[in-house]
């Protein structure tokens, strides 16, 4: 397959995973009215989980694979930007909420040129300035003074960079289940111990959310995840703006 047919097709799988984000955020906000984010997080993850696990064993991937410490490294980075992202999508209106998450892909970009060694044009690069400012206007986000919810959804944002780095950084290495089984499980395994802090049972309609919450981050991390081993972390930037238009 030619570059330019692999570099759009992981275009097109970007697209697909901002429209599942978010179907992802609209979920959260619903769920979060009544659950502690971190609740949110929690079942977020273990549905993640169960289902990676049913595709890895189907596929007969590596569950643990060869790129530990970076795929540990991509988990770590995954749940920090996950639950900031999820407790600002609580205390924050969610077009702001999603939109300072989405600054993720100007980190991203300047990650990849520091740490990657990927060289975007300029053009790509007034490409990301100019997607992100219309998307601020479109969305009316409204930067009016900055909060601790505020602060916390543009640091959500530089761990979602670093993320999407080192997802970038392991390539063809490892397969795209691996990678995300370790940010589920990961992310699983560090939400346990905020359960016990205001836990509630979930009733039949919050179920209902944390499924969307659940199906809808786990093929958009599917698809991103495919994506970003397919064309530059700079290319892709501008197109991930679309989730919060959707």
Known sequence: MKRSKIYLSGILLMCKAAFAFS???????????????????FFRSLIGTLMILAL??????????????????????????????FYTIAHLPLGTAVLLNYTAPIFAAIFAVCFLKEKPSVLLAAMILLSFTGVYFLTQAGFRGVSLPFFLGLLSAVFAAAAYALIRAI???????????????????????????????????????????GIGS??????MTISLRRAPASLLSPFSYLTPLL
């Open 23 to 41: 179907v992802m955020a609209l979920c959260v906000k619903f769920a979060s009215q009544t659950l502690p984010s971190l609740e949110i997080v």
């Open 56 to 85: 890895i064993h189907a596929k007969k991937v590596s569950l643990l694979g060869q790129e530990k410490t970076l795929m540990t490294l991509r988990g770590l980075f995954g749940f920090a930007a996950l639950s900031l992202h």
């Open 171 to 213: 390539k063809h290495r490892e397969s795209p289940l691996t990678v995300i089984f370790y940010f589920t499980g990961v992310s699983t395994v560090g939400s346990v111990g905020f359960l016990p802090f205001g836990f509630e049972w979930p009733d039949l309609y919050e179920w209902i959310f944390l499924a969307g919450v």
């Open 218 to 223: 786990f093929y958009g991390q599917l698809w």
